[in-house]
């Protein structure tokens, strides 16, 4: 993030977000803004001197100077792509195995099927895209480790309430396929694409998942309806933007594993990347709490 803000004593200031492969940091830039402003772009990789201090119990760094970076210049002094972009914890060859594992012991040869296919057609976006642009998982590697952690929990609780085991994968792999059309993502750098704007991951995942069924021969249309009904109703509510709500046991074990999936995200990267002294972290205002440092292990 690059954006050009008021000073309170009427000058500007470049507000930044600046990250590398351990995390993000906020970045502020007070002297020359406009010399410095002209020599990178929001997405580029660049070289930064500066200080870090803590501004209200958040680690941020007071940048002296920042520019563009000369790749090979700046390789020979020990400059590379991949350490510059926030990734999971978890290597992305492990998870994809690990889910792939999960689609070809699917029982129900039609979703057995569009899962393969799904995966054969967008593997390269589901190993590497982030699973959001801000809120959870949002660093390389997220969307697949979003997908893993969900299948794991989807299984275990299936088995707990007697639900569909195929439907639950199924709903975890495809509820948020559509966001591979309504995000833009390149370098590390998440954007909105036109029809993201437009129409939004709900929509344009429920069409998708119509369109591949109907190019597999007698795909059930039961199974087809309770698909598209799992991905509707992914967000739990129409107050949280479903168009319908939950009206399956499948469907309810979907939405709440995904929310809970999505906030415990937010609730380890707030601990981790907190740098106050407090036991306890700063204000999250997505959470609208702060959170307890002492009682996480890991």
Same mark, same amino acid.
């Given at each position: 993030?690059?954006?050009?803000?008021?000073?309170?004593?009427?000058? $500007?200031?470049?507000? =930044?977000?600046?990250?590398?492969?351990?995390?993000?940091?906020?970045?502020?830039?007070?002297?020359?803004? /406009?010399?410095?402003?002209?020599?990178?772009?929001?997405?580029?990789?660049?070289?930064?001197?500066?200080?870090?201090?803590?501004?209200?119990?958040?680690?941020?760094?007071?940048?002296?100077?920042?520019?563009?970076?000369?790749?090979?210049?700046?390789?020979? +002094?020990?400059?590379?792509?991949?350490?510059?972009?926030? /990734?999971?914890?978890?290597?992305?060859?492990?998870?994809?195995? +690990?889910?792939?594992?999960?689609? @070809?012991?699917? /029982?129900?040869? #039609?979703?057995?099927?569009?899962?393969?296919?799904?995966?054969?057609?967008?593997?390269?976006?589901?190993? +590497?895209?982030?699973?959001?642009?801000?809120?959870?998982?949002?660093?390389?590697?997220?969307?697949?480790?979003?997908?893993?952690?969900? @299948?794991?929990?989807?299984?275990?609780? @299936?088995?707990?309430?007697?639900?569909?085991?195929?439907?639950?994968?199924?709903?975890?792999?495809?509820?948020?396929?559509?966001?591979?059309?309504?995000? /833009?993502?390149?370098?590390?750098?998440?954007?909105?694409?036109?029809?993201?704007?437009?129409?939004?991951?709900?929509?344009?995942?429920?069409?998708?998942?119509?369109?591949?069924?109907?190019?597999?021969?007698?795909?059930?249309?039961?199974?087809?309806?309770? =698909? $598209?009904?799992?991905?509707?109703?992914?967000?739990?509510?129409?107050?949280?933007?479903?168009?319908?709500?939950?009206?399956?046991?499948? @469907?309810?074990?979907?939405?709440?594993?995904?929310?809970?999936?999505?906030?415990?995200?937010?609730?380890?990267?707030?601990?981790?990347?907190?740098?106050?002294?407090?036991?306890?972290?700063?204000?999250?205002?997505?959470?609208?709490?702060?959170?307890?440092?002492? #009682? #996480?292990?890991?």
């Amino acid at each position: 993030m690059k954006e050009l803000r008021p000073t309170k004593g009427g000058g $500007e200031f470049l507000d =930044l977000r600046l990250q590398d492969a351990s995390g993000q940091v906020v970045g502020r830039l007070f002297d020359d803004v /406009s010399r410095y402003s002209a020599q990178f772009e929001a997405g580029d990789f660049v070289r930064v001197d500066g200080r870090g201090q803590t501004f209200n119990g958040q680690l941020q760094l007071k940048v002296s100077s920042i520019r563009r970076v000369h790749a090979e210049q700046d390789r020979r +002094e020990g400059f590379r792509e991949e350490d510059c972009v926030l /990734s999971a914890p978890r290597p992305i060859g492990d998870m994809w195995n +690990e889910l792939e594992a999960r689609v @070809a012991a699917v /029982s129900h040869a #039609s979703l057995r099927v569009l899962l393969r296919r799904v995966l054969d057609d967008h593997g390269a976006a589901l190993r +590497e895209w982030p699973a959001a642009q801000v809120i959870h998982h949002a660093y390389r590697g997220g969307f697949l480790e979003h997908l893993c952690t969900m @299948a794991a929990a989807a299984a275990d609780l @299936a088995r707990l309430y007697e639900a569909d085991p195929d439907l639950l994968l199924a709903g975890v792999v495809l509820h948020d396929i559509g966001k591979l059309q309504e995000l /833009s993502y390149d370098r590390g750098l998440v954007s909105y694409t036109r029809d993201g704007n437009l129409l939004g991951h709900i929509t344009q995942g429920m069409l998708l998942v119509r369109s591949m069924a109907a190019q597999i021969p007698d795909f059930p249309e039961d199974v087809r309806v309770h =698909l $598209e009904h799992l991905i509707l109703s992914h967000h739990g509510s129409k107050e949280h933007g479903s168009p319908v709500e939950p009206k399956t046991v499948e @469907a309810f074990i979907l939405a709440a594993v995904d929310d809970l999936d999505a906030r415990l995200n937010q609730v380890r990267r707030a601990i981790a990347e907190d740098a106050g002294d407090s036991e306890f972290t700063a204000w999250h205002k997505k959470l609208n709490r702060v959170f307890y440092k002492g #009682s #996480s292990t890991g």
